[in-house]
C-alpha cells in the first residue's frame, strides 16, 4: 500500500467519524449530554418546549431489511418513553433506500435520555453497517413559535 492509498483512507475514515458521529458509541457521563442533543439544543430556542426532528437516511442497497429490523426493535420500546410524542421511521415509495424518521419530543431532555438508552446506542453503532450517506437532521418547531 502505498502512502497515497493509506493517506485516503485515513481521510475517509476522518470523514465518516465526522459525519456520522452518533453511529460511533460513546461513554458518556450520566450528565454530559448526547451529540446528537447538543446539535439539536443549538437549534432551538427554549429546550424545554416541544420539537421535531425529521432525520432523512440513505441505506445502502440490499440492507433495508436488516435497517427496518434493527429500527423496530428500538422503536418498540422507544414508544414506551415518557418524553415520546412522536416516533416513526417511513419508507420512500420511489426509492426503496430513501428513509425519513419523524420524531417528536416533549423537550431536549427526553430526546437527551432516549439516545443514552441501551437500545438506541445499539442502533445507532449499527448505522454505520446500514447507511450509505451521512443522515440529514433537521430540528422544526411548532409554527408561531
Known sequence: MTAVSLLRKLSLVVVASVALPWAIPTVLGKDEPHPIAAQVKADLKDPAKPFTLIIRL??????QSKFEAAFAKASKETHKEKGCIAYDLSR?????????????????????????TAYITTLLAELKEFLAAAPEVNVLLPAGE
Open 92 to 116: 420512500d415509495t420511489k426509492d426503496g433506500t430513501r428513509y425519513v424518521v419523524y420524531e417528536r419530543w416533549k423537550n431536549l431532555a427526553a430526546l437527551d435520555a432516549h439516545l443514552k
Open 58 to 63: 440513505q441505506v445502502k442497497d440490499g440492507m
